[in-house]
């Protein structure tokens, strides 16, 4: 999944800095690369529609580590590891059973929706369809996997950073990373991490229209991410101009900088969470696109995002 969003990254970075003939070019090298990467990881032949050796490894290691028994205590776990494990338990049954639905969720649904994705995305040959191909991934993997984690808050941040302060899974061990795993731990500040990921998550977790229930905000973030699709389409077209509010030209000197933050060894998360929160801003909040963008839910989705940002000054931490 990270490779596929590194690659959208790259494909919007490619069109603001590119001529239109050298942009026509990177999209169908583009295309070719998403369907390539995303053919070699399927499968039809086996259960999970995932190759071979994956589906194995899901099947035969991931699911006793995953899916463990709550009621019983917990004296091995080859890669979820007991302290992790415990961890999760102890934030309730809700939380206890989040690992196992993320792994049913991997092995059950995740290769049909790529295979959607793929027909969708490359509907037609030499042009891709990120709005449709987003609006896939947004309703059938960000969706119910937001679900799982917003049941699980605020619990999850907690049993997220126990499970990486305390790691104990089998395989640590088995590799002899052990001890450089405790040395690289003990260097990082986990409880500003913690906070980041708070920050980063519970916005999307807040529910919907301010009524406590089971809706969350997620929905109206999908349909914003689908809208930004659309706008990443019309990143390539020729005819769309750089000034344009339907599409990301006219955020080129940001959206560049983001991606060199991005880029940097010497990587400074507070940097660039402060780029990426400017970039959307340029996004939204420009006074000649608030027609553009501000429909229902691209706002909604905006004003949570950055309403949560503020009320806890996380970008301070």
Known sequence: RMRLVSCLLLALCSSLVLGQEDTDDFALGFEV?????????????TESGFYTEFDSYLTTELEQSFCFDIAEEC??????GCA?????????DTCAKMPCAVYKFLYKELADILVDFLADILAEQGTMN?????EILGSNVYVPLMSIFCNCTPGIYEATFQCIRNYDGDILEESGMGAMYRVIVGMLDLDSMQNIMAALLEPHCQPADGVDGENFCFDKFAKMFTTWGA?????????????????????????????KMMDSPNMNVKKILKSYV????KIM???K??????NPSTAAAHRTYLGYTRSTNWLTT
């Open 33 to 45: 690369m998403v369907m390539e990467w995303v053919g070699s990881i399927l499968d039809n032949s």
């Open 75 to 80: 004296t091995d776990s080859e890669y979820l």
């Open 84 to 92: 992790c494990t415990n961890a999760f338990k102890e934030q309730g």
């Open 130 to 134: 990120l709005e449709q191909g987003i």
């Open 231 to 259: 706008m990443m389409d019309n990143t390539f077209k020729p005819f769309v101009g750089t000034k344009s509010c339907d599409a990301f030209k006219r955020v080129k000197s940001e959206f560049m900088r983001f991606g």
């Open 278 to 281: 400017a970039l959307e801003k």
């Open 285 to 287: 909040c420009n006074s």
């Open 289 to 294: 696109c608030q027609e553009t963008m501000l």
